[in-house]
């Protein structure tokens, strides 16, 4: 069984999720069955298959959330330092053609969120950086082709 990398927010996260669809979704989701079976033939209900297949997708995504919690490898980011760069490290990096300014924290995969600067460790990104210290130049292929970074800093902090 393979280990999913994390750090302590977000396997936090994963438990409260977890929490949430089995103590509140999923009663919910049983009382809205129950609500549509009293209104009679199923074969044509469709408050009834809608709430089945909400139940349906609520029942995976719980198995999902306790797969990933039983194969955490939760990571302590706060015990890290140094300056090469690794899983839980803050990144910032420059981008050679236009300058732009970007900062990425590397992450494990359930809690990678491009919008709030969370990358996957499993990303072209991130293992272009790995094992890279600041200062170093990273090239990683895009869609657009390929983009080069100069790393300028490598900070240790749980993700916000």
Do not use: C
């Not at 936090?12 to 989701?29: G, M, N």
């Not at 809608?50 to 999902?64: L, M, P, T, V, Y």
């Not at 499993?122 to 970074?149: D, F, H, W």
């Amino acid at each position: 069984m393979e280990k999913v990398p994390m750090t302590a927010n977000g396997y936090a996260a994963l438990q409260v999720e977890l929490k949430q669809r089995q103590t509140v979704d999923r009663p919910r989701i049983i009382e809205h069955i129950a609500e549509a079976r009293s209104h009679g033939d199923l074969s044509e209900n469709a408050e009834y298959h809608a709430a089945k297949e909400e139940q349906s997708h609520n029942e995976g995504r719980i198995a999902d959330l306790e797969d990933k919690l039983a194969r955490a490898d939760v990571i302590d980011i706060t015990k890290l330092s140094g300056d090469t760069i690794m899983f839980g490290a803050t990144v910032t990096l420059v981008d050679e053609d236009t300058e732009k300014k970007a900062v990425w924290q590397i992450v494990g995969e359930p809690e990678a969120d491009a919008k709030k600067g969370r990358i996957s460790i499993t990303s072209p990104l991130a293992r272009a950086l790995i094992g890279k210290k600041k200062g170093a130049s990273v090239e990683v292929m895009a869609p657009g082709g390929a983009k080069a970074y100069e790393i300028t800093k490598v900070e240790w902090r749980e993700p916000s």
